[in-house]
């Protein structure tokens, strides 16, 4: 089958969503003919022997308008069967200009709280429009097959639970620097990722011990103020910035347990963060809170999990874990336990190509 991948920023291990759709797409074993529509600019990476190596054309265009006319050229040029479209505002384009003979599914990478009133107008745009074209709905996380049943009026039948997939990389519990023990964060510097929950407990955190340290790794916003407190703190609070992800294991080789402390929100609750495999692929022991889209794949056994309402839940967390080497360890284990029930990629590529198949068949 000929299946085109449109509306996601596409250059090959950039980004979390870029990551998920690198690993699905370079993996595909099916004979499938994968081409990608997208607004992401070339820069240096080269398109063409990109295709030559893994047989996956990209077109690459200014702005989603540009789309328009080019979606259903290409769609005919290519004999293109399948479109499966990456964000609302794609999935919108691909239903009104995609041929009637090309099916259209989408996958649901975020879901964002955009206010009542647009929430309400997001429902009904896929109650009353969308559902009429997209066949399927991929979604990563079981929060997100709920929401868009119960919100978007999607049948369950049309809802395909694809989340990202564990590497079935094997890692022991690895310690941190000797010298510290160390709080570690991996990620961008956005609120709804958790950094302004760290931020506000950094001085209790290291009140804990004068070996305790916190490794922030990665940046954005807060992060020139974060830098700031770093320069005055005598090493022991180290922000990094943007690091590439070639270096992030370096970093990550410095800390003993990994914060994930994620405030509820649409997203949050509804999405499986990458950086949750992270940790265990690392051999890092993690603190999350109680958001779904991080207990739908850790519980109390294998993570210290703490109340998201809770304004001292970081800090209490960190405090259990601090005094308590032995109890790290022991998550860790159950952690690493746990995911391998957890579906690897190949899995989760086959799982989609299950459904192209009966696509075909039908």
């Known amino acids: 089958m000929n299946i085109l991948h449109f509306g996601s920023n596409y250059l090959p291990s950039k980004g979390g969503n870029v990551v998920r759709m690198t690993s699905m797409l370079e993996n595909n074993n099916s004979g499938n003919h994968l081409f990608i529509l997208t607004t992401a600019p070339k820069g240096d990476f080269d398109d063409e022997k990109y295709y030559q190596e893994k047989g996956i054309r990209i077109f690459r265009i200014k702005s989603l308008d540009e789309a328009k006319a080019l979606l259903p050229l290409i769609c005919s040029e290519n004999s293109i069967d399948v479109v499966v479209t990456h964000i ?114 950094i001085d209790r955190i290291l009140s804990l011990g004068e070996n305790v340290r916190i490794y922030l790794v990665g940046g954005g916003q807060r992060e020139e103020e974060l830098k700031a407190k770093a320069e005055k703190s005598g090493g022991r609070l180290v922000v990094t910035g943007l690091v590439p992800k070639t270096e992030v294991e370096k970093h990550m080789n410095e800390i003993d347990v990994l914060m994930i402390p994620r405030p509820s929100t649409l997203e949050t609750e509804t999405a499986i963060p990458l ?88």
């Open 275 to 362: 950086k949750i495999f992270d940790s265990t692929e690392s051999g890092k022991p993690v603190i999350i809170s109680d958001v779904f889209g991080l207990t739908e794949v850790f519980g109390e056994d294998e993570a210290f999990v703490f109340d998201k309402n809770d304004e001292n839940g970081l800090y209490k967390a960190c405090v259990t874990a601090y005094k308590n080497p032995e109890l790290c360890e022991k998550k860790f284990i159950a952690a690493k336990a746990k995911l391998k029930k957890w579906p690897v990629w190949q899995q989760i590529h086959e799982r989609q190509n299950n459904v192209f198949k009966e696509l075909k068949n039908d």
């Open 88 to 201: 609302i505002p794609a999935n919108i384009i691909a239903c009104k200009v995609v041929p009637k003979n090309v099916t259209i599914m989408t996958e649901v990478h975020s879901l964002i709280d955009s206010g009542w009133v647009k929430n309400q107008l997001k429902n009904l745009l896929h109650r009353f429009v969308l559902n009429k074209r997209t066949k399927k709905y991929f979604t990563l996380s079981q929060g997100a097959s709920e929401y868009i049943r119960k919100n978007y009026g999607v049948k369950k039948e049309d809802i395909v639970f694809l989340p990202n997939g564990y590497s079935g990389k094997e890692s022991p519990h690895k310690k941190g620097n000797p010298a510290y023990f160390t709080f570690g964060y991996v990620g961008t510097f956005y609120g709804w990722q958790g950094i302004n929950i760290i931020a506000d407990n």
